[in-house]
């Protein structure tokens, strides 16, 4: 139990830090937000588990608990860097979501739909995204992942591989 606890209060202020981060100063980066203000909550809730909460007085089975806390707080904030990047700009399923919602009763069609959404403004604004991130590098006609691309790239790919997940977006 002190292990969940201990990882919703640091997921809970790296969320409240990410929330200031961007609102105070803005930056251009927001998966490097998110990845730092999850990572110094993450490594603090683990030092804070592993010496102050300490569950077990078995050195052996505390290494392991503080390693399955590590994992929940890792898997956790990948969910959450992914999330974050479909909601960051309108994805083409939130954007369905969201004429939905404005349509009240009356719902929308999907003439309606197609009117509005088009593959050039949602791929434009997660190109430029991608780019603002330092994920990729635009040249001419032609896109490559810089290091830090090729670095989310590989752990989305291991993690895929570890859960037998099919490729996918």
Not at 19 to 29: A, D, E, Q
Not at 94 to 103: L, S
């Amino acid at each position: 139990m002190s292990l969940l606890i201990v990882a919703f209060l640091a997921l809970l202020l790296a969320l409240l830090a990410q929330i200031l981060v961007v609102r105070v100063f803005h930056p251009r980066n927001h998966a490097l937000v998110i990845t730092l203000c999850f990572a110094m909550m993450s490594l603090a809730a683990m030092a804070t588990f592993y010496f102050f909460v300490r569950p077990s007085t078995d050195t052996v089975q505390l290494i392991f608990q503080t390693a399955r806390l590590g994992l929940l707080l890792l898997s956790i904030t990948l969910a959450h860097i992914a999330t974050y990047s479909a909601i960051e700009d309108d994805s083409p399923s939130m954007a369905i979501v969201k004429m939905a919602w404005d349509a009240g009763e009356r719902g929308c069609s999907e003439s309606e739909l197609s009117e509005v959404m088009g593959d050039d403004l949602f791929l434009t604004n997660r190109i430029h995204a991608m780019e603002r991130d330092g994920w990729i590098d635009s040249n001419s006609d032609r896109l490559t992942l810089t290091p830090l691309g090729r670095a989310w790239a590989t752990l989305f790919a291991k993690v895929q591989s570890v859960l037998r997940m099919d490729e996918g977006g």
